[in-house]
Each structure stands twice: as C-alpha cells, then as structure tokens.
C-alpha cells in the first residue's frame, strides 16, 4: 500500500511538473499612437542612403568611353572570364583596384570622395535603423524629431564631401549630435522593459 501511495505521488508531481512546462510566457505591449512616423523616419534614413549612392556618379567618372580608351587589355581578360566587356563605371572595382588605377589623381579624388560619403553613411545605417525602431517605442515624437535632424545633418554631410572633399564634411557633422540623442532615448526604452523603467513615461 505504501509503495502504491509513493507511486500515485510522483506521478502527480511529474504531471505537475510538465504542466508547467508547457505554460509560455506571453508579453502584450501596445505600439505608441504615433509609432507610424517613427517607421516612416526609418524607410526614410535607409532612402536617403540609397539615393546618397546614386550620387556617386562613378558611371559618369568611368564611362564606356573611358573604359574603352584605359582598360583594353583588362577588358580583353574581363571578356574571356564572364564573356561581356567591363561595364561602365568599371565594375566591380570600388576605387582601389586596378580598374581605378587608371584614373588620373583628380578623377580618383573626386570619385574616392563620393564613394566614402556614401560609404560612411552604409557603416552607420543598420545601427541608426535599429536606433530609431527601439527609441521610437517610447519616444515616437522625440525620435520623429531626431531623425528629421539626421537625415538633413547627413545630405549636409555627404554634400559637403563629394564638393570640397574631407574639408566639406564638416558642415554636416552635426548630424553625430542627433545619432547620439536617439542612442541615449534608445537606451533609456530599452529600459523601459525592464524592472528599473517600467515607470518612465512616454513622450
């Protein structure tokens, strides 16, 4: 009898036990009203670096004209490996290659420049999306705000750059002021869902 009583206990524990196991945690949290433009402000970084791309300009730089004049033993090699002449703006070089070792200084300059303001902006993009995503859960108007100031700051930015090179940069540079107010009120969000800020309001 005994032996019976302990068997049905640990049988009963061992339902217990799976029981609990089988209960998920579901968190429910609701999007603030204005979390819409946040998600627009974010399409709108990850345009604008796009469009930044366009402005490089390497296909006007190295064109077919050029690429036909200085890569004619390259392009012969070029043909016999993918069967079709280097195309225009000299692909796949990315300015550092033996593509662009062709260019005179002043055309490499020119093109180096284009390509860093864009290619600065690409390093930074995924960080600032997220930023702006996890910022705008608690400040949706705060980060709207921010983020209107990047994008400016940005195409000061990379304006400045392909026109005066290094130097130009400069005018923009504020932009780093934005990014680095959207990665505290991220920060503080991220709080927001933990135990230390589950009280902080939203703004």
Same mark, same amino acid.
């Given at each position: +009898?005994? @032996? &019976?009583?302990? $068997? /049905? ?5 061992? !339902?217990?036990? *799976? ?42 730089? +190295?064109? @077919? &004209?050029?690429? $036909? /004049? ?5 392009? !012969?090699?070029? *043909? ?124």
């Amino acid at each position: +009898m005994r @032996k &019976e009583k302990k $068997e /049905k206990r640990y049988l009963k524990k061992k !339902k217990k036990k *799976k029981k609990r196991g089988k209960k998920k945690m579901s968190v429910t949290y609701t999007l603030p009203e204005n979390y819409g433009f946040v998600m627009a402000g974010a399409v709108a970084v990850t345009f604008h670096c796009m469009v930044q791309g366009s402005k490089v300009g390497r296909e006007v730089i +190295m064109s @077919k &004209e050029w690429v $036909e /004049k200085n890569l004619k033993e390259e392009n !012969k090699m070029f *043909k016999e490996k993918y069967g079709m002449d280097i195309p225009k703006g000299a692909y796949p070089d990315m300015g550092d290659g033996r593509h662009c070792a062709k260019l005179s200084y002043k055309e490499w300059l020119e093109y180096a420049s284009c390509q860093r303001a864009h290619g600065n902006y690409v390093e930074g993009l995924t960080g600032i999306v997220l930023t702006i995503l996890v910022s705008g859960l608690n400040f949706p108007m705060w980060t709207v705000t921010n983020t209107i100031a990047y994008i400016v700051g940005r195409e000061l930015y990379c304006g400045g750059y392909r026109k005066k090179g290094p130097a130009g940069r400069l005018r923009g540079i504020w932009f780093m002021l934005a990014m680095l107010l959207l990665v505290g009120s991220a920060f503080v969000s991220s709080l927001r869902f933990t135990t230390l800020g589950a009280d902080l309001p939203i703004f």
